[in-house]
Structures are given as C-alpha cells and as structure tokens.
C-alpha cells in the first residue's frame, strides 16, 4: 500500500484548513453581527410597539374625560365634572411623557405638541376653577382639546411610520439571518433555532400588545354602549358609526335602520323646519366647537310612540357625538300635579261657600267664584286688593283686626258677624285659618263664609212663633180646665169659650150641640153642622162602626189626640182634641163633649223643622260624599306622587337628591295622615263607622306597636319601655282601631320628648262576664302640657299651645277621633301632666275574652317579601286591572321588580276578557273603572272556570269601610287602599300566594 503525504504549502499561502476556518469564523461573524443588529433592531420594534399602544391608550382616556366634562352640565346626566377633570390632567401628563420618549418624531412636531398641551392645561384650569363656566370658556376647551387631539393623531402616525420601518429592517434582516444559516454548516443551525424561538417570542409580544389595544378599545365601547344616557356618533359624511343601547331603546330603532343622521332626523322629529335645523347642526364640523346646545324637543319614536327628550349635541375632532335624556315620565309627572291643581280649583270654585285667600298683610291672594260674584267682581280683579277696597270702613278695620289676631293666636277660629252686600247689611257665619308654613311661621289667612241671613231670621221667627204657640195652648188648657170645673153640662154651651166645642150622641156619632168657632173651623154654619155627625167630617170614625171606635174612650172617660177633620170644601184640617165621657144621668142623656183646637200653624212649623232636619241630613249625606270623593281624588294623585318617588328610590341617587326625595315622601304621608283623620271623623259623625271584632293577643300588639317606633326613640335616644305585667293577653275586639289609638298617643309622646323616657303600660281595672276592662296608658316625660289646656285636649281641632305644636304638626283631629273610638270601645279618655315634666295620657275599652294561647297563630314574616316573591313566585303572570297610566306604570315596575309577568288592563271588561283567556297567578282590580267596575268584574270573574281561587285584590283609593266590604262580598280576597308602599303590595301578595289552592 502506498502511503499519501500532504504536499506541503507553499510559503505565505493559507491552507484550506485554515480557509475553511476562516470563512466558517467569517461566515459566524457576519451571522453574528447580522443577529445582534436584528435583535437590536426587534427591541426597538417592541419598545416602539408599547409606546404607541400607550399613546393610543391615553388619547381614548383623553377622549373619555373631554365626554364625561361635556356631559356633566346636562340634565339626567351620571357624569360628574370633577371626574372628567382628573382623567384629563392625567391624560395630558401621560402624553408629554410620550412626546419626549416617541422615536422618529421630528422637533417641530415635538415642539408644537408641547405647545399645544401647554395650552389644553392652561385652559382646563380656568374652566376647572370657574363654578359656572360660561358658553365661551367651553368652547375655547373645545378648540384646545381639537388641536391637541390632531397634534396626538399626528403623533401617532409618526409612531406608526417609525414602526413599518423598524419592521421592515427587521424583516430584511431576518432574510439575511436565514440565508447565512442556509449557507453556513450544520453548527449554525443551532444559533439559527434559537433566533427563530426568539422571533416567536417577539410575535407573541406583538400579538399580547394588540390584544392589549383591542381590549382598551373594548372597554371604552362597553363605557359607551352601558351609558344611562342616549349617546350616537356620526362622521363628516353625516352616517351615523355609533349608536348605543340606551339611545335604540329611546327612539325603537336599531343601528342600521336609520344609516345617515338626515335619515334619522326626519323620522324622528315632527316639525320640518327642526329636521333642517337639526341635519344642518349634526352634519357640520366646527374644529371642536359645539354644533348647538341642550334644548327639548317632541320626538316620534319608532311605532308612532310618542316622547319628550333633552337632545345636546357636539363635535369631537372629525366626529359629531348626540346625547339624548328621555324626560317623558317627569313631563307626565308635571302633567298631572298640573292637573291636580286645576281639579283643585275647580272644586274651589264650586263650593257655595265663600274662599279666600290674604297674605300675612291682608292683601287678598286669590278667592273663588262666589266670593267674586257677591261683588259682581272676578277673583282675577279682586286679587291683590285689600278689605278697604270692598267694604265700607269700619268693615274693613273690623276684618283687619280679626285677620291679625288669628294670625298672630295662630288657631282656627269661627264666629257669626254683619257683612255688607251692595250696601245690603247681610250676616255670615265665619271660619278664619291661619296658613302655616313648614318653618313654623304664619304666612296668611284662609277665611270661609257662608250667608246666614235668611236662616238667621227664619230661627228667629220660629223661636217666636214657638213661645205664642206655647202661651197659647198653656192658656186654652188653663181655659179649660177651669171651666170644666167650674161650669155645669149647659156651661160648655158657651159660644164664646174661644175654642171649638163639640157634643157628640156616642151612639150614631151626629152632633147635639156645636159653637160658632167649632163650625168655622170647618167651614159650616152651625146649623148644617147640626144635621151632620162625626163620621162626616171624620173618616177615622165611620157611621157603620162607631160604637166600636169609640169603645176604648168611653171605659177610660177622656183621651186626647190629634186627628184630621174634613172641611166643607175638602180641605184638610189638622186638630187638637181633648175628648170626655158623661155617663147618662137622669137629668141628661150620655154624649162625648170635645174641645177642638185648630194646630194647621203648630203642623206647618213642624213641617218646617221636618224639612230643616232633612236638609241637614241630606247636607251631611252630601259632605260624606263629598269627603268620599275627594279622598279618592287626591289619594290617585298621591300614589302616583308617592309611588313615582318611591321607584326613584330604588335608582342611585346623590345626597342632595335623596333630600329631596325624602321630604317629598314626608309631605305626602302627611297629606295621607290628614284624609285619613277627616275621613274617620266624617265617618264617627255621620254614624257610618263600624268596629270590626277578632282575636288578637295583646303582647303581640304591643310589642308590635314598640317596633314602629323603635328607629325614632333610637334617633333621639328616648327608650321606650312595655309593662303588662297584669292584664290578660288573648282578647276579642277591633285590633286595628286599638293599635290607631296607642299609636296616636305613642306618636305624641315621642313627638314632644326630647330626653328621658316614654313607658307603655296596660292595666285590667274590671272582670264582668266574658268582658274586661282594660285602661291603657302612655307615660312619657315631655314638654307637658299647660292645666287650663286640659279641657280642650280631645275637642276637634284643639291643640294645647299653637305657638309651641306649630313647631311639631299636626291636624288637631288625632285626640278627638281618639275619643270618639275608645266610645265606641265602651271606654273613656283622660290625660293627666304637669309642665315641664312630661304627661300621662290614657283610654279605656271594654274587650272580650279570647282563646288559649295555644292556639295562636304566628303571623307570617313579611321582612324581605319582595326577595320572597322573587325567589318562590318569578314568573308568574299576574292582572292589573287599573285605568290610570301613571298607576299602571307604577304598580306594574314594581311587580317586574319582584319577576312578575304583567298583563294591563284598563277596563273591566279587558280584565274580564284576560282573565278567561289565562289562568293568571293573582289579580289586582281597581274599583272605579270605565264601562265595567273593578266589583262587576270580579263578580264576573269568580264565575269564569279556574279562577274561583285565584287571589283577586282590591287596589283602588275608596278608602270607606262600606268599599272595603263591597270589594269583600264581590269575592275579592282583601283591600289595597291607595297610596299604597311597595311593602304593602308585596306583603298582601305574598300573604295570598302563599295560602294553597284547596
């Protein structure tokens, strides 16, 4: 074998050993530098990556905060100025940071940037500390914010420039990398598999920094689209781009339906000249400037529905933005007080009393028509005259003076007094109240008047006509008596007795002997009355039974009585007789001898006082119905007030808000309080009220009664102690109207203490039969009351010192109706105090005895009902049958509250045609409803097949207990008076779902 020996080099020249090395050093060298140049090149790409994104972050925060500081001076808006300032500063820091740090910006653009920024800060701080900054200082923010965000917008494309190429050279650079490595040996492969890993990781980055962007965008879209508020944008072609939740359910319609803002415009807005106005305004552009400011406008809504909405508009950069408030209910809700107020003033008017009005100079505010017209005057012209300018002087100081004394004794007070007509003296009976405010202080008098001239003297002429009457029956009886003493049979003979005397066979009934004034009573001479008998000119006793109907008289000897006679000419003659039986004697036969008197004038005066009493019970038939009817008037109204108030309590609401809301709901309990006292008092009076007897147990009244009141005696610090140590707990009576009367006294004992403490105690004074009596007492350690106001205490509308409860409230009616209920209870009242130290007021009522306590029921606990509801019943459909929209609306939001399905009906016939199409969960019925009454209906209903136990519940503002009963006999399960709390709709639901359906 032939052994091969390497040739040596010649001198100077590189091996290919060395070559090879060399160009695998150079190849690697080169790869090298090209891979430390790319992943150089990669960072910068990254690092400029996340510097655009953050700039792209601060411009939507920048946006954000301009929206919130724009919208913050609107109506109905949640945006508040002081955040959208904060955003701001912080928005304008963060893009100075990025001017200095953006690659690939040039200086002037840099420069400019500052400049602009400097600007923006300087104008926010001026609007910023401006409490109500003027139109022109918003639109010189809107100019600032319009050039800083262009100078932004070209930040951001000098950013994105400097990206493309940082990835363009990166990419070029990848290339070379690959092609090295294809060119390289093996031992590159592993530097080239660790540059791509690294490059994958870069796109991973890149791929986390865009997600990153897109859910900023994201979150700024959701911000937009979840805005209470109806927000759209549109570009400067006029197509609408955005267009949020809140605004499609204002208008009905949908992105993409209405593609332009023209478009928009005339399908919404009525009035065609608006329409061009308003196109004109949206579609400008006006380098940040306003396009217009916040005005209402009627809008037709998709469907032909109808709304009121407050409209703002304004232009972002390129970019117009709209933002719509739908004020409908509130305009309703205006609506409706309005026309309260007007029904007020009608019933004003028509009252045939006399109203005024004067402020606390006695000028006259205002007066109804029948005051103006007893002038011949309008309540318009009479306004804002005084009593000089209709009365004659003396008149006038004397009303004055009355005026100012019931203003400043600040009680009610009623007196006759002379007023003058067209010269005319005349007398009215006056009532005059004085006007409090809520501050405690008097700020005017209402006076009511009513004309008793005429009913003066028909009293007067009466009274007279009752004292001659008197005189003169006490003198014909004296009269008589005397000469039936004194005088034989032939002695009433006498023609001139001055009274009518009859002698009567008391066999055939035919006159022996009449006088003169007996005949002309009746019309007849005397002789022709001798040819006739008393069934003649009596038909009480007729001829064919005379000896019959006279029998009783003559086994007693005498009677009196008053009967009617019949004159010659017919005419009817009302008599007083006074009869006597003489027995024959041998002397002279037997005969009935009567003395006639003629009582037309006495039966007349009757007549009239029948007449009288009837116009006073038809008076106070009518007052009750008057009360009546404006109990349910005004209760409408208020539970559309109150419930209305009571759905904006369930919505977020600032502090000042919440004030608001909180005294509107106080007037209007109060309100309620005072019909509620009129109306108990109506009905005590008019012998209409009733008490309704069951079983109860005392300490659960009681403990009951101290848990009302628990939150007020906290507040103050007053606790409230129960001592029935002593009396029986089962009773039978009127729980209701016993708990009415603790609760007054509870009310009034907390209502005067300010320190101390207030006991409830029940004590068992007497045991009779089946029946206790049973005196409950409230002690509290108040403001006690004055010795000479005692007597006055339960007289209606008494207070104790007007110039110390005007500082508290209240009616004057509470203790009165008190009274009147423990009466009725076959109790009593008192209160006993002493000033300075507090007061005991206490009742007595007669109660029977209940069952063992074994048998109570714990009653069912109502704490979360609406969570109860929501959770056992949601789903469930349910009736309303109610025909006042602003109730409709109410009753139904809170029944969807608790997971309801609502159905609205605004008749009876609507519910009863409902009712037999679905067999329905429960159903609510208003009383008074148009073509068929909510009690028709349920009568209807009950009939229809599968609703015999379905719970049907009154819900309506008749408020007597003879409506209570009304609803009951018709079928329905129990009564929800109007203004009703959403407490008590949903305790009464879920008190009736949760009975099972036997």
């Known amino acids: 074998m032939t052994e091969h020996r390497p040739i040596p080099s010649r001198s100077g020249r590189i091996s290919s050993g060395q070559l090879l090395i060399l160009s695998l050093s150079l190849a690697l060298s080169i790869i090298g530098m090209v891979s430390w140049l790319h992943f150089s090149q990669r960072q910068a790409y990254q690092s400029a990556s996340s510097q655009l994104q953050e700039l792209r972050q601060t411009r939507i925060d920048l946006a954000r905060g301009f929206l919130a500081i724009s919208l913050a001076g609107g109506t109905d808006t949640p945006f508040r100025r002081e955040d959208g300032v904060a955003l701001l500063r912080q928005s304008i820091e963060d893009f100075e940071r990025s001017s200095h740090v953006m690659p690939g910006l040039l200086p002037d653009d840099a420069a400019a940037f500052q400049q602009s920024a400097d600007v923006f800060r300087r104008q926010l701080d001026v609007w910023r500390q401006t409490p109500a900054p003027s139109h022109q200082d918003l639109v010189a923010l809107r100019i600032a914010f319009a050039d800083l965000d262009r100078l932004a917008q070209r930040l951001d494309l000098a950013g994105e420039d400097h990206i493309g190429a940082l990835q363009a050279r990166n990419d070029r650079a990848y290339e070379i990398i690959l092609g090295g490595a294809l060119a390289s040996l093996a031992v590159l492969t592993g530097i080239l598999f660790a540059l791509v890993r690294k490059e994958g990781r870069a796109r991973d980055e890149q791929r986390r920094l865009d997600l990153a962007c897109r859910d900023s965008e994201a979150r700024f879209r959701n911000l937009f689209d979840q805005a209470p508020v109806g927000l759209s944008t549109s570009g400067a072609d006029g197509r609408i781009t955005l267009m949020n939740a809140a605004f499609e359910e204002i208008f009905g319609y949908r992105r993409g339906e209405l593609a332009t803002v023209s478009e928009w415009s005339r399908a919404v807005l009525t009035v065609p000249d608006q329409q061009a106005d308003d196109v004109e305004s949206l579609g400008r552009r006006s380098d940040g400037v306003a396009g217009g400011t916040e005005q209402e406008q009627v809008v037709t809504c998709k469907?032909?529905?109808?709304?009121?909405?407050?409209?703002?508009?304004?232009?972002?950069?390129?970019?117009?933005?709209?933002?719509?408030v739908d004020i409908t209910a509130r305009k309703r809700a205006e609506e409706a007080l309005s026309e309260s107020g007007q029904r007020y003033r009608r019933l004003l008017d028509n009252l045939p009393q006399m109203v005024w009005q004067k402020d606390i100079r006695s000028i006259y505010v205002t007066c109804n028509q029948a005051y103006a017209q007893a002038f011949g005057l309008t309540p318009a012209f009479?306004?804002?005259?005084?009593?000089?300018?209709?009365?004659?002087?003396?008149?006038?100081?004397?009303?004055?003076?009355?005026?100012?004394?019931?203003?400043?004794?600040?009680?009610?007070?009623?007196?006759?007094?002379?007023?003058?007509?067209?010269?005319?003296?005349?007398?009215?009976?006056?009532?005059?109240?004085?006007?409090?405010?809520?501050?405690?202080?008097?700020?005017?008098?209402?006076?009511?008047?009513?004309?008793?001239?005429?009913?003066?003297?028909?009293?007067?002429?009466?009274?007279?006509y009752r004292h001659h009457l008197e005189e003169l029956v006490s003198e014909k009886t004296a009269g008589l008596i005397k000469a039936n003493r004194q005088l034989a049979d032939t002695q009433f003979a006498m023609d001139e007795a001055g009274i009518g005397i009859h002698w009567v066979d008391p066999v055939t009934g035919r006159f022996l002997y009449v006088n003169r004034h007996a005949a002309n009573m009746t019309g007849y001479k005397v002789d022709e009355m001798l040819r006739l008998g008393v069934p003649d000119i009596n038909p009480d006793f007729p001829s064919s039974s005379f000896v019959q109907a006279t029998e009783a008289f003559r086994r007693q000897k005498q009677a009196h009585f008053e009967t009617t006679l019949r004159s010659k000419d017919g005419r009817p003659v009302p008599v007083d007789i006074a009869l006597y039986y003489l027995e024959e004697t041998p002397q002279s036969p037997a005969r009935f001898i009567t003395f006639l008197t003629d009582i037309s004038s006495r039966k007349q005066a009757q007549q009239a006082l029948r007449q009288a009493k009837e116009a006073a019970e038809a008076a106070n038939v009518a007052k009750t119905a008057f009360l009546a009817n404006m109990?349910?008037?005004?209760?409408?109204?208020?539970?559309?007030?109150?419930?209305?108030?009571?759905?904006?309590r369930r919505t977020p609401l600032d502090h000042r808000q919440n004030e608001l809301l909180s005294k509107i709901e106080i007037s209007g309990r109060h309100l309620l309080d005072v019909i509620n006292d009129v109306?108990?008092?109506?009905?005590?009076?008019?012998?209409?009220?009733?008490?309704?007897?069951?079983?109860?147990?005392?300490?659960?009244?009681?403990?009951?009664?101290?848990?009302?009141?628990?939150?007020?005696?906290?507040?103050?610090?007053?606790?409230?102690?129960?001592?029935?140590?002593?009396?029986?707990?089962?009773?039978?009576?009127?729980?209701?109207?016993?708990?009415?009367?603790?609760?007054?006294?509870?009310?009034?004992?907390?209502?005067?203490?300010?320190k101390g403490h207030i006991t409830l105690r029940s004590r068992l004074?007497?045991?009779?039969?089946?029946?206790?009596?049973?005196?409950?007492?409230?002690?509290?350690?108040?403001?006690?009351?004055?010795?000479?106001?005692?007597?006055?205490?339960?007289?209606?509308?008494?207070?104790?010192?007007?110039?110390?409860?005007?500082?508290?409230?209240?009616?004057?009616?509470?203790?009165?109706?008190?009274?009147?209920?423990?009466?009725?209870?076959?109790?009593?009242?008192?209160?006993?105090?002493?000033?300075?130290?507090?007061?005991?007021?206490?009742?007595?009522?007669?109660?029977?005895?209940?069952?063992?306590?074994?048998?109570?029921?714990?009653?069912?606990?109502?704490?979360?009902?609406?969570?109860?509801?929501?959770?056992?019943?949601?789903?469930?459909?349910?009736?309303?049958?109610?025909?006042?929209?602003?109730n409709q609306e109410i009753t139904r939001m809170l029944l969807e509250s608790a997971g309801f399905v609502v159905d609205v009906a605004a008749d009876g016939r609507q519910a009863l045609t409902r009712a037999a199409e679905v067999p329905y969960t429960a159903i609510l019925m208003d009383m008074q409803m148009p073509l068929m009454g909510g009690v028709e209906a349920t009568c209807a209903i009950r009939a229809l097949p599968g609703h015999i136990r379905t719970p049907i519940l009154a819900m309506t503002a008749n408020a007597f207990s003879e409506d209570r009963q009304r609803c009951l006999d018709a079928g329905m399960n129990d009564f929800i008076a109007k203004p009703f709390t959403p407490d008590q709709l949903f305790e009464t639901l879920l008190k009736w779902l949760s009975v099972p359906r036997v």
């Not at 007398?427 to 109240?433: G, P, Q």
């Not at 409408?636 to 209305?644: A, E, Q, R, S």
């Open 303 to 324: 469907g032909g529905v109808t709304k009121t909405v407050l409209m703002r508009r304004m232009h972002l950069g390129e970019s117009s933005l709209l933002a719509v």
């Open 631 to 648: 109990s349910h008037e005004i209760r409408t109204p208020l539970n559309g007030v109150l419930g209305m108030a009571g759905l904006l």
């Open 382 to 464: 009479i306004t804002g005259k005084t009593d000089d300018d209709l009365y004659p002087r003396d008149l006038a100081d004397r009303y004055r003076a009355d005026d100012q004394r019931v203003m400043f004794e600040g009680v009610i007070s009623s007196f006759d007094e002379p007023w003058s007509r067209h010269g005319e003296e005349r007398c009215v009976h006056t009532t005059k109240v004085p006007l409090i405010s809520e501050a405690g202080k008097v700020y005017g008098i209402l006076g009511i008047a009513e004309d008793i001239t005429e009913r003066k003297r028909i009293d007067s002429e009466l009274e007279k």
């Open 765 to 886: 004074i007497e045991e009779t039969g089946n029946q206790y009596l049973i005196r409950f007492e409230v002690e509290d350690t108040g403001i006690g009351i004055a010795p000479e106001a005692l007597p006055f205490l339960f007289a209606k509308f008494e207070q104790a010192d007007n110039s110390v409860t005007r500082r508290y409230g209240g009616t004057g009616l509470g203790l009165a109706i008190t009274k009147k209920l423990a009466l009725l209870m076959g109790g009593g009242v008192g209160v006993e105090s002493v000033p300075g130290k507090g007061s005991l007021f206490w009742f007595t009522a007669r109660l029977g005895k209940g069952g063992d306590k074994a048998d109570r029921i714990r009653p069912v606990s109502y704490a979360s009902a609406e969570q109860e509801l929501l959770q056992r019943y949601k789903g469930g459909r349910i009736l309303l049958a109610e025909d006042e929209p602003i």
């Open 679 to 754: 109306l108990d008092i109506s009905k005590i009076e008019s012998g209409k009220f009733e008490l309704y007897y069951n079983n109860f147990f005392l300490s659960d009244v009681l403990r009951e009664i101290s848990d009302l009141f628990i939150d007020k005696s906290n507040e103050k610090n007053i606790p409230i102690m129960v001592d029935i140590s002593d009396t029986p707990d089962s009773l039978i009576g009127d729980r209701t109207r016993l708990v009415q009367i603790i609760v007054n006294y509870m009310g009034n004992a907390l209502k005067f203490t300010d």
